[in-house]
């Protein structure tokens, strides 16, 4: 399966810009790249996911290089709600065996008031 | 529409005694899954069912066993209970295909003395 890296935690300000940036470097053409975050202790939430391009939705954008090796979950203000860990996934296509999700250790947000 | 539910919420149990852990959906999903999480680690996957009839293995499988009752309910049965398997366990369940986000569960929290 392939390996995302993520650092281990990042603080934010309250109303501020968060870009949490994940590797990939070993991503295959079909992997879609995966987004989760786990609020304390809480099951895990989705927040977005994109196969090539960038993608937006109410929670967060999703940034990913144009080699694909690297990406970046944007949330566009910060609230105190959004601290959690969160997870970059590669989840491969249905007829590969890594279609299920593959969990690393996360990014842990830390936002300040 | 209730998600994914698991029961029980909490569960204390002895070394070498055995139990099942319940799981449904009520999504019409396909694909349902079972994960641990230790304290402060990611989530491991231990069985999954990409389709009614079928099961495999995950990363962490042994000493569990699963049961997908129907297209709703994937059961996960410890046999015989040990210390190693104290954690929280999540549910989840999602449509076949890496394009799909997984839904996951509240967790089921196991101690095993």
Same mark, same amino acid.
């Given at each position: 399966?392939?390996?995302?890296?993520?650092?281990?935690? @990042?603080?934010?300000?309250?109303?501020?810009?968060?870009?949490?940036?994940?590797?990939?470097?070993?991503?295959?053409?079909?992997?879609?790249?995966?987004?989760?975050?786990?609020?304390?202790?809480?099951?895990?939430?989705?927040?977005?996911?994109?196969?090539?391009?960038?993608?937006?939705?109410? @929670? +967060?954008?999703? +940034?990913?290089a144009?080699?694909r090796?690297?990406?970046?979950?944007?949330?566009?203000?910060?609230?105190?709600?959004? +601290?959690?860990?969160?997870?970059?996934?590669?989840?491969?296509?249905?007829?590969?065996?890594?279609?299920?999700?593959?969990?690393?250790?996360?990014?842990?947000?830390?936002?300040?008031? | 529409?209730?998600?994914?539910?698991?029961?029980?919420?909490f569960?204390?149990?002895?070394?070498?005694?055995?139990?099942?852990?319940?799981?449904?959906?009520? @999504?019409?999903?396909?694909?349902?899954?079972?994960?641990?999480?230790?304290?402060?680690?990611?989530?491991?996957?231990?069985?999954?069912?990409?389709?009614?009839?079928?099961?495999d293995?995950?990363?962490?499988?042994?000493?569990?066993?699963?049961?997908?009752?129907?297209?709703?309910?994937?059961?996960?049965?410890l046999?015989?209970a040990?210390?190693?398997?104290?954690?929280?366990?999540?549910? +989840?369940?999602?449509?076949?295909?890496?394009?799909?986000?997984?839904?996951?569960?509240?967790?089921?929290?196991?101690?095993?003395?």
């Amino acid at each position: 399966d392939a390996k995302t890296t993520q650092p281990n935690s @990042m603080e934010s300000n309250e109303e501020e810009p968060v870009h949490l940036p994940c590797n990939h470097s070993t991503i295959s053409g079909t992997d879609y790249i995966h987004w989760y975050r786990q609020l304390p202790s809480q099951g895990p939430e989705y927040v977005i996911h994109g196969l090539t391009s960038n993608v937006n939705n109410r @929670m +967060a954008s999703l +940034a990913i290089a144009e080699d694909r090796k690297s990406s970046t979950l944007i949330l566009h203000r910060a609230t105190l709600r959004d +601290a959690a860990v969160y997870y970059c996934i590669l989840r491969g296509a249905w007829m590969d065996s890594s279609y299920k999700l593959i969990f690393g250790s996360g990014t842990r947000l830390l936002v300040r008031p | 529409n209730a998600g994914v539910t698991q029961t029980p919420k909490f569960q204390v149990l002895k070394t070498g005694q055995s139990m099942t852990l319940q799981c449904a959906q009520d @999504m019409n999903h396909n694909s349902m899954y079972w994960y641990r999480q230790d304290p402060g680690m990611g989530l491991r996957l231990i069985y999954y069912s990409a389709s009614e009839g079928t099961t495999d293995k995950g990363e962490v499988p042994n000493g569990y066993n699963v049961s997908r009752l129907n297209k709703r309910e994937f059961s996960l049965r410890l046999e015989s209970a040990a210390p190693s398997q104290t954690s929280v366990y999540f549910c +989840a369940s999602s449509e076949t295909g890496g394009a799909y986000e997984q839904y996951f569960g509240p967790g089921t929290r196991l101690t095993v003395t």
